[in-house]
């Protein structure tokens, strides 16, 4: 009776610190994102919507419309500076869409601003987009920054990772400061 209570009680307590140490994967992402942060990359979490749900993810079994759902890491890169008027739209991977580029749905949809950007500054965001690392859902450039938006993977070689999204998203900044420059409302700061 005595070594089957010591027994449990080891399981219990080396169990319960095993349950919580972080895996390797978890250390190996850790690290990566580390590294990332070194090279002044912003990571945080977020929700966001699933473009790709299917009809029966889309309603419940009463009949009720639910909005899908996915999580996320976004792996963002600032502005060096403020631009009064760079490009803001986000854009999800779905296969079956056209607009604004094959493979890739607005969500929310562009608004005229967006759609007057031109055809030659989409094809521009589709070549990036191209280079980026395969785990993407999404891509936002906002008013401060520009951000990939995917699941991240254990890479071999997590320095290459890193490398593509910060090519990538550098490439993304210039994009938007060349068309920031080229629309009407672009003033000097």
């Known amino acids: 009776m005595f070594w089957l209570a010591l027994t449990t009680a080891f399981v219990v307590v080396f169990g319960g610190l095993l349950y919580v140490l972080p895996s ?8 990566m994102r580390l590294d990332a942060r070194k090279k002044n990359l912003t990571i945080y979490s977020q929700v966001v919507p699933d473009v790709n749900a299917t009809a029966v993810e889309r309603v419940t079994a009463g009949g009720k419309l639910k909005n899908p759902t ?9 502005y060096a500076d403020e631009y009064s008027a760079v490009p803001v739209w986000r854009v999800f991977v779905a296969p079956e869409s056209t607009k604004p580029m094959p493979g890739y749905v607005a969500n929310p949809p562009l608004d005229e601003a967006q759609r007057d950007l ?3 500054y989409w094809i521009g965001v589709g070549k990036v987009l191209e280079k980026l690392p395969q785990q993407l859902v999404a891509v936002e450039c906002a008013k401060s920054q520009v951000a990939w938006i ?3 993977r254990v890479a071999d070689e997590p320095d290459g990772f890193i490398d593509q999204i910060q090519l990538a998203l550098d490439e993304l900044i210039s994009l938007n400061i060349e068309a920031s420059r080229s629309r009407k409302d672009y003033r000097e700061d």
């Open 24 to 31: 390797k994967a978890q250390r190996r992402i850790g690290q």
């Open 70 to 78: 996915k999580q996320c890491v976004a792996w963002a890169r600032q």
């Open 118 to 120: 031109g055809e030659e």
């Open 150 to 152: 995917g699941q991240e």
